[in-house]
């Protein structure tokens, strides 16, 4: 009995403190004050550095608040930790679908992660804007409510070999990417631009995320004669890779994902190593935005010590979506929202280019320009604005 | 050919990085026959705390080498002091417990520390430049880390074998009772294996921060091969951990070399289950069984 | 008090009428809740649901047996992704997947157990260690597992009940615990699960008896690895996702920290330290939302660490419950609940 009571008596209190009063609303995360909106990323764990999009959306959102909100409501903002683990995202999502309630969700670093919950949020009828990785499932098959962002991937990769062998006269190009999804889109980017050629790349060089050891990497890299390595990995290898190789007496024009398009901290972390560097950034580091941002950083959140281009990031991510909001107007519900966002074409206003949603089309930004690593990281455009016009 | 001896040159490096984490376990094994889970997050820290003093306080780099020892020093005792002593009697899978725990606590204030980013960790000794021989490149920091590898080992076997605290604590391992029975002051020497257990650690954290940036992260993986190299040369052997230290980086960088990338890191846990299987208590120890 | 007048009272599965009662109590109360909690809360069940049915076999190995497993996310995943695959790629439906999946696993767990015959405390602990990463391992490269991103799990089907819903997954995975939990009350009650129990106490002694030690050792891997392999099953389709990356060394870790924060060698115990830990798992994180110690920490973290590190709390808080646990009561929960039940049955002496 005492067995049985004790059970049930843990039981109700564990649950009384699950249980929330959730508002009844007609539309789900919008009240006449509020919009609700959340984001998960990793805030601990290896993915941890990736957790500074999070943030910076946050105080993003306070800055559009501060400047009067959008027709009248102010956004509150959720940011849940998912240690890039999918599971603790499905956790997260159910979260904010059916305990907190939001209204739409922004950014949420992770392609395997928001994989875990994209049919959920897409059965709730849940708008989300920004998934901050270039992959496909985002718009492969097509979602009404999911709006991409980042330029994809392969797209991306593709323009790089492409600028490799054309501009940089670069004949055998090696590929260093991460064994996962991400590094093998990458992958697939460089090989379509090969195959259309008749050319092969040298070298295939998979990495695990965990891995901390690249000399064999590095050797792979040496011994296929390699002129150009285009690297699709974290921050983290990028900088050992680096230093191994140099080691072994490699060193060939190193070029590099997007993803690792903070030059001043790769400079940093590679103590000098990323100069001549040549990555491919869709984020305008000469817009005047960038300082309208950082100043509402010292502002609202002193004490963000990294600045760089992933904490930017989740100012990027979340432009669009503020854009979308103000167009829908007053009436605010999830198709109202689709209807606004859609209605973006061309749009200029915000770190990133040319953002263009149509009714069948929801991949917003195609474009990417390419840039140099300079004198103490500094980021030299080289290239325009380069548009991916294939198939 | 030259990849083979690059492959070779390769492996005795990070070879090197692992025996030192495993001697490090080795020696809290050696006297009270716990793994030690937390190997790993305690020279991750020390770690940090040279970075502190590089970076933060501009101190001279011998001089932070110095700071940093003591200070793991003392964070190893600490530890022994404020988790291992106060629990009664554990049973092992009690101590094993502790030792888990103490690795989340140190990871977890680490990563509230010190965030997420890389950083450069800067020593005297170059990682790229170095000097060739025939074609390979033998890098400055290989040179320090192997023959680093080489003395703590040297030390620590001389240590164990000639000084009354060594032999004492030899005895603390095989009989604890007759130990304090003869006038060890057994629990003094406990702290006293983890401290030095912990300036290992922080030797092996240090040479391999430079090459793999620095990050709570960082040990995660090492500490695992660490003790991999263990478990193949022998968890009471100190010279068999540095020598399963350099088989299992020569085996990684082989079988990564030539045989498949992707499956590299597989190969120590494979070493880890074979190995227990086939001769449980390492290649250079005596298998005692235990009599009723 | 709890004399027993013959062998049959010892093993009779309910000691008590009011014990009894109580059960029946319980089970409707469990029936009862999708009707009273919201959507979410029941999600929270499910997973602590499932992960009880782990915490449970776990239990069974390294409470009752005395061996120790840190691999046993590598089971975990084992069921998971095989029920997946079985369910999409072969076809099977699932009232015959997840059994089947269960029984892989527990094959798993068998292969496993045999090199525990040799291998004893530490070594054997590092030996499943190795086994978890292993699998880990090799799961994200196979090809047919789907690599890094995974599988997207199908909803359960039973007969023509698609079961899209989070009540009428509670349904399924509640009424599978519930069944694992009185099966393995049920086991410690019969031969195999005295002679677990006399393992652990002395092996030798044991053997001595008559005790087969082989066999009976393996198959404490094997159930233990049954009812992991089947609680993964069921995890993939709350998750309605398996990805490699899940089954990581700290979930290992969890696994051992909630049935020593429980207690060993009790199943109530189990399911109360994996309560426990699930709960605290999912709320740590947002912990700078907590009414008092919130802005507290938030404080310190400016201050003296860096600000978006507080999510690191989690970590640091299972650690330190890890420790405390061992070091002030080895027994854990149940181990409190057994003190205060004694201290009020012997009141006031």
């Known amino acids: 009995m005492k067995r049985a009571s004790l059970l049930i008596l843990v039981l109700s209190i564990l649950l009384a403190g699950t249980m929330s009063v959730s508002a009844e609303e007609k539309v789900r995360g919008v009240t006449d004050s509020e919009i609700l909106i959340g984001q998960w990323g990793p805030q601990t764990g290896p993915a941890a550095l990736w957790g500074a999009v999070a943030r910076g959306t946050g105080v993003f959102f306070e800055l559009i608040n501060s400047e009067g909100g959008i027709h009248g409501r102010k956004i509150k903002y959720f940011m849940r930790d998912d240690a890039y683990q999918p599971a603790k995202t499905k956790a997260i999502g159910k979260e904010f679908v059916e305990d907190i309630g939001v209204f739409s969700i922004v950014g949420g670093v992770g392609t395997s992660s928001g994989m875990a919950v994209r049919d959920y949020l897409m059965q709730n009828n849940v708008p989300w804007v920004g998934p901050p990785t270039g992959s496909t499932h985002w718009i492969d098959p097509f979602q009404k409510y999911l709006f991409s962002i980042y330029p994809l991937y392969w797209q991306e990769a593709f323009l790089l070999t492409q600028y490799a062998a054309e501009k940089m006269d670069k004949k055998k190009i090696a590929f260093f990417y991460q064994n996962d999804d991400y590094g093998k889109q990458g992958l697939d980017g460089a090989r379509k631009y090969m195959d259309e050629k008749g050319l092969k790349l040298v070298a295939e060089v998979p990495v695990e995320v965990a891995d901390t050891d690249l000399k064999t990497h590095a050797l792979k890299l040496k011994e296929s004669g390699a002129e150009a390595v285009i690297m699709w990995v974290l921050p983290k290898h990028a900088a050992i890779i680096l230093g191994a190789s140099k080691a072994a007496g490699f060193q060939p024009q190193w070029m590099a994902s997007s993803t690792l398009s903070d030059s001043e901290m790769m400079f940093g972390v590679t ?83 040319d953002c263009t949603f149509t009714q069948n089309d929801h991949q917003g930004m195609k474009s990417v320009y390419l840039a140099k690593c300079g004198e103490n990281g500094k980021t030299i455009k080289i290239s325009d604005w380069l548009t991916y016009t294939g198939k | ?98 030792t888990l725990g103490a690795e989340m606590i140190l990871y977890g204030i680490a990563g509230w520390k010190w965030g997420a980013q890389q950083h450069p960790f800067v020593v005297p000794f170059s990682e790229y430049d170095g000097f060739s021989l025939g074609g390979v490149t033998i890098t400055e920091i290989n040179l320090w880390t192997f023959v680093t ?144 | 008090m709890d004399m027993k007048r013959d062998y049959y009272e010892d093993i009779q599965l309910f000691k008590t009428k009011t014990v009894f009662a109580g059960t029946l109590v319980l089970l409707a109360f469990l029936g009862a809740l999708p009707l009273l909690v919201g959507d979410y809360a029941l999600y929270l069940i499910n997973l602590i649901a499932i992960h009880s049915i782990v915490a449970v076999g776990l239990n069974i190995l390294v409470g009752y047996t005395g061996q120790i497993s840190l691999g046993h996310a590598g089971f975990f995943a084992i069921g998971a992704y095989s029920c997946v695959l079985l369910m999409v790629k072969a076809g099977f439906p699932f009232l ?27 070594y054997l602990a590092i030996a499943t260690l190795g086994f978890g990463m292993a699998t880990t391992q090799i799961i994200s490269h196979a090809g047919f597992t789907g690599g890094h991103m ?66 009976y050792k393996t198959l ?49 115990g189990s399911i109360l330290g994996a309560a426990l830990l699930t709960y605290l798992q999912l709320k740590l994180q947002i912990i700078q939302e907590a009414p008092v110690i919130g802005p507290f920490l938030t404080e310190i973290s400016v201050r003296y660490f860096t600000r978006e590190g507080l999510p690191n709390i989690q970590s640091i808080v299972v650690g330190a419950i890890m420790i405390a646990i061992i070091i002030f009561e080895p027994r854990g929960i149940n181990g409190i609940y057994l003190r205060m039940k004694r201290y009020w049955t012997m009141w006031p002496f």
């Not at chain 3, 799990?153 to 509640?174: D, E, F, N, R």
């Open chain 3, 150 to 215: 995974g599988l997207a799990a199908p909803p359960i089907s039973i007969g023509t009940l698609v079961i899209q819903t989070g009540k009428g997954q509670y349904a399924v995975i509640m009424s599978i615990a519930v069944i694992m939990t009185i099966a393995a009350v049920n086991l410690l009650k019969t031969r195999v699960g005295r002679a677990f129990v006399a393992i652990r106490d002395s092996e030798i002694a044991a053997e001595a008896m008559g005790i087969n030690l082989s066999w």
């Open chain 1, 271 to 353: 103590k000098g190593l990323w100069k001549d560097v040549v990555f491919a950034n869709f984020m305008d580091v000469d817009s005047p935005l960038i300082k309208k941002y950082l100043d509402a950083t010292d502002k609202f959140a002193p004490q963000e010590k990294y600045r760089g281009i992933f904490y930017l990031a989740g100012f990027l991510f979340a432009e669009p979506l503020v854009e979308g909001l103000k167009r829908a107007g007053k009436d605010l519900n999830p198709d109202s929202f689709v209807k606004a966002m859609e209605s973006i074409k061309n749009w200029n206003n915000w770190l990133g280019h």
């Open chain 2, 149 to 292: 590898s080489l003395v703590m080992m040297l030390l620590l076997f001389l240590f164990f074998r000639f000084t009354k605290v060594g032999v004492a604590m030899k005895a603390v391992q095989q009989n604890a009772f007759a130990a304090r029975a003869m006038g060890i002051p057994t629990r003094r020497i406990l702290t006293f294996t983890w401290g030095l257990s912990s300036v290992t650690g922080a030797v092996a954290g240090m040479l391999i921060a430079p090459i793999a940036t620095l990050d709570p992260n960082m040990m995660l993986d090492p500490m695992l091969k660490g003790f991999a190299a263990a478990v193949l040369g022998g968890m009471t052997s100190l010279p068999g951990a540095a020598i399963g230290g350099y088989s299992l980086g020569l085996i990684e960088n082989f079988f990564g070399g030539y045989v498949s990338l992707e499956f590299k890191s597989v190969v120590a846990f494979a070493v880890i289950v074979l190995i227990l299987c086939v001769k449980p208590s390492g290649l250079f120890v005596k298998h005692f069984e235990k009599k009723v």
């Open chain 2, 1 to 98: 050919m030259n990849l083979f001896w690059d492959l070779i040159i390769g492996g005795l490096s990070i070879g090197a990085c692992y025996a030192l984490v495993a001697l490090s376990m080795v020696i809290i094994y050696k006297t009270s026959e716990v793994p030690n889970f937390a190997q790993g997050e305690m020279a991750m820290i020390s770690t940090f705390v040279a970075f502190e003093l590089v970076s933060g306080f501009s101190v001279g780099f011998w001089t932070t080498v110095a700071i940093t020892l003591a200070f793991a020093f003392c964070l190893g005792c600490l530890l022994e002091l404020a988790f291992v002593r106060p629990a009664k009697d554990p049973s092992v899978l009690g101590l094993i417990v502790i």
């Open chain 3, 96 to 122: 015959l997947a997840l059994p089947v999946a269960g029984f892989i696993s527990a094959l798993f767990g068998f292969v496993v157990g045999l090199p525990s015959l040799r291998l004893e405390g530490p």
């Open chain 3, 220 to 268: 404490a891997f094997a159930v233990s690895a049954f009812y992991t392999g089947i609680a993964g099953a069921l995890m993939a389709f709350a998750l309605q996702h398996v990805s490699a990356g899940s089954f990581n060394l700290i979930l290992s870790i969890t696994f051992l920290a909630m049935i020593i924060v429980g207690g060993l060698g009790s199943v109530m």
